[in-house]
């Protein structure tokens, strides 16, 4: 038998290893469960990751919203919820975070990202008007239509290439933003509505050059620009990895240099803040807060908890300065790309270049006998589950929805399956088991046979729709 020398992983890629700047202090165990048992748990699920019970799941990778391990500080934290009705000093700390790292003036809590967007899409669209935004998100979006928006897609034609490197497939085309603006007029367009790196593209970033373009467009013409902060913090690793000027720079100082080009900002704290509930909504003018913390009351509660307990808000605080650190988002980003960069070099189709915070299979390429309409996302999440109890999420046809006008559904070009990545819970080793089940699914894909939706909701359909295999 011949002996092969063992080799570190960063020895096999040809650079020094890295490992993540923490330590573990508390495990939580998983349930290993065996074929039939998964196979009978994805039927009763419909055929949907969104439908299985968690503990019939071995590694989560169905989001990293709200599934971040909070650090001992953050916990610590947690003790220190002040949880008055009104004026808690937790809130007063979120505030003070909001600003020193994000630098928006004026902050408004609420219970996740969809509180936020709900109330800024009340406030700033009116019935008709134009929302230019660079992809949709699905939460996102339908808040728009909702408040009478209609969603005009501005980003780069190469976002919707997953084989195109660009370093910042997350721009808006700003020759198309211009070309709806002339045509539409200023006054059509309620605001544009930009992404931090842009999740259904792949989460793939936009850089400082664009956004400032981007400032110096809407001024020109008296529109606002509002950010979707999500995942803003890992937009800015890229900034300095990839645009020139920015290598020596700090993720906190890119981050506040970025938000400070934009009028305000939504945010799904259950992300980069590292939090496991959350959101806010912050802004620069006064007359636009009024209002904002006016409706707060209405939908989330009152403005100084917007529908979370104090210990939440204290959490979120601590979690924002944890975001920030140049080593933390380091180690976040490389976790992914590490798992990037095995599924690359065996061949397997994945949205590149690798994102911020997840891979994202590309199911066309990965089932090319399928139909878009025969779910190749959905199928594929379905048969990674059904091999080793790994949850993924798909973003293809099912995430798409429907034509609000046509009744059809919408036929994105992306067709993927997302295996996201939580901040700080899994390890290398759970990495490797990840890689190779993927790669279980690509060689046996020839013999799988795709989906037909039996049960579909009027909104968001992909949380809760039902599936049937198709019978070969
Ligand atoms: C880019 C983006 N915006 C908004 C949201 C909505 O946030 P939430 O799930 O906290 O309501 C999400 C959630 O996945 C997101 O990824």
Sequence with gaps: MTHETPKTMGQQF???????????????????TTR?????????????????????????????????????EQWAGMMLGDEAYAGSR?????????????????????HQGRGAEHLISQIAIKKGQFVPGNMYFTTTRLHQELAGGIFVDVILDKA??????????????????????????????????LAGTVNMAGGQPVSMANVKELRALCDKHGIKLYLDATRMVENAFFIQE???????????????????FTDGAWMSAKKDN?????????????????ELRNLVVVYEGLHTYGGLAGRDMEAMAIGIAESVEDAHIKSRIGQVRYLGDLLTDWGIPIVQPVGGHAIFLNAREFY?????????????AAELYLDSGIRSMERGIASAGRDAKTGDHYYPKLELTRLTIPRRVYTQAHMDVVAESVKAVFD??????????????????????RFERLIA
């Design 242 to 260: 990839r645009e020139e000027g920015y290598a020596k720079k700090t993720i906190a100082e890119i981050l506040k240099e970025f938000c400070g």
């Design 90 to 110: 937790n809130f007063y700390h979120l505030e003070a975070a909001l600003q020193k790292y994000y630098g928006y003036k004026y902050i408004v809590p609420t």
């Design 160 to 193: 919707h290439d997953p084989n195109s490197l660009h370093p910042f497939k997350g721009n808006i085309d700003v020759a198309k933003l211009e070309a709806l603006i002339a045509r539409e007029g200023a006054s059509k367009i309620a605001y544009v509505s």
């Design 444 to 465: 046996a894909r020839g013999a799988t046979r795709g989906l037909k939706m039996i049960y579909e909701p009027k909104y968001l359909r992909f949380f809760q729709a």
């Design 36 to 72: 039939e048992e998964r196979d009978k748990a994805l039927i009763e699920a419909g055929l949907n990751t969104f439908l299985l019970k968690s503990d019939d799941v071995y590694i989560d990778l169905l989001t990293d919203s709200g599934t971040s391990a909070m650090s001992d």
């Design 274 to 290: 590292l939090v496991n509930i959350g959101g806010w909504l912050a802004v620069n003018d006064w007359t636009m807060f009024e």
């Design 14 to 32: 040809g650079r020094r290893s890295w490992a993540e700047p923490w330590k573990i202090k508390m495990v939580e165990r998983l349930r290993m």
């Design 368 to 380: 090319p006998h399928l139909k878009q309409i025969e779910f190749p996302a959905q199928t594929l």
